[in-house]
């Protein structure tokens, strides 16, 4: 049985930082992608960050340069280091487990490529930890 739990999320001004935690217990990072999800305001949960199984991370436009993602094999604890932050970080933030080392695609969206982590890629998933950015 997996079981994913987050940590660590808050309130935080613009330009603040926040580190989120996630452990995982039942599931070992040799054996899929991990990745940091967000569901702002919207109705679709966007994925913004992910790391493989060799500790490769990968990120979208929006939050590179921002935010860092990592984890700790010996603790078995996925983490995302929140620099920046701005009211539009704002939301519920989900850890999600993946049973394959392809954490994500790149689309051609509106004339460039982007990295995009699909939800159908993970199938294991924390109850989520809230961030609010705001002044």
């Known amino acids: 049985q997996v079981h994913l739990v987050e940590s660590g999320g808050g309130s935080a001004q613009p330009g603040g930082s926040l580190k989120l935690s996630c452990t995982a217990s039942?599931?070992?990072?040799?054996?899929?992608?991990m990745a940091w999800f967000r569901q702002g305001p919207g109705p679709e949960r966007e994925g913004v960050a992910t790391?493989?199984?060799?500790?490769?991370?990968g990120y979208v436009e929006s939050v590179k340069g921002r935010f860092t993602i990592s984890r700790d094999n010996a603790k078995n604890t996925l983490y995302l280091q929140m620099n920046s932050l701005k009211p539009e970080d704002t939301g519920m933030y989900y850890c999600a487990a993946g049973p394959r080392d392809i954490c994500a695609v790149w689309s051609y969206v509106k004339g460039a490529f982007a990295y995009t982590i699909k939800e159908d890629d993970y199938n294991y998933w924390g109850q989520g930890t809230q961030v609010t950015v705001s002044s």
């Open positions: 039942g599931y070992t990072h040799s054996r899929g992608c």
């Open positions: 790391i493989d199984t060799n500790g490769r991370p």
